[in-house]
């Protein structure tokens, strides 16, 4: 079982920065493969990226891809989506999620294991 809980959300214009951290409970961070997910208003939530607990790779959706890194501290239990260059369409909660051994899923349901959710909200 692992708690994680996100934070780092906020205001901010098109074109600036946020990094978002998600802290996990437990002493074994290191082996679960961790994700980040967004869900705008009256839209599915989709995929952003994710980072392998083995080899460290990491994917990212295309919409993101080139403006967004996602990478952990294993000894802080944390996970981080650094998001730059943030455009209006980017507006959603932003939720991390987690899978004990897990292969680089894109995928909701191949996660056992979610935060509550940080607001980022990108003003044009």
């Known amino acids: 079982q692992v708690q994680l809980v996100e934070s780092g959300g906020g205001l901010v214009q098109s074109g600036g920065s946020l990094r978002l951290s998600c802290a996990a409970s437990g002493r074994t961070f290191s082996t679960y493969t961790m994700g980040w997910f967004r869900q705008a208003p009256g839209k599915e939530r989709q995929f952003v990226a994710v980072l392998t607990w083995s080899s460290g790779t990491t994917y990212y959706a295309d919409s993101v891809k080139g403006r967004f890194t996602i990478s952990r501290d294993n000894s802080k239990n944390t996970v981080y989506l650094q998001m730059n260059s943030l455009k209006p369409e980017d507006t959603a909660v932003y939720y991390c999620?987690?899978?004990?051994?897990?292969?680089?899923?894109?995928?909701?349901?191949?996660?056992?294991?979610w935060g509550q959710g940080t607001q980022v909200t990108v003003s044009s």
């Open positions: 999620a987690a899978k004990k051994y897990g292969l680089g899923s894109l995928e909701i349901y191949a996660y056992d294991y």
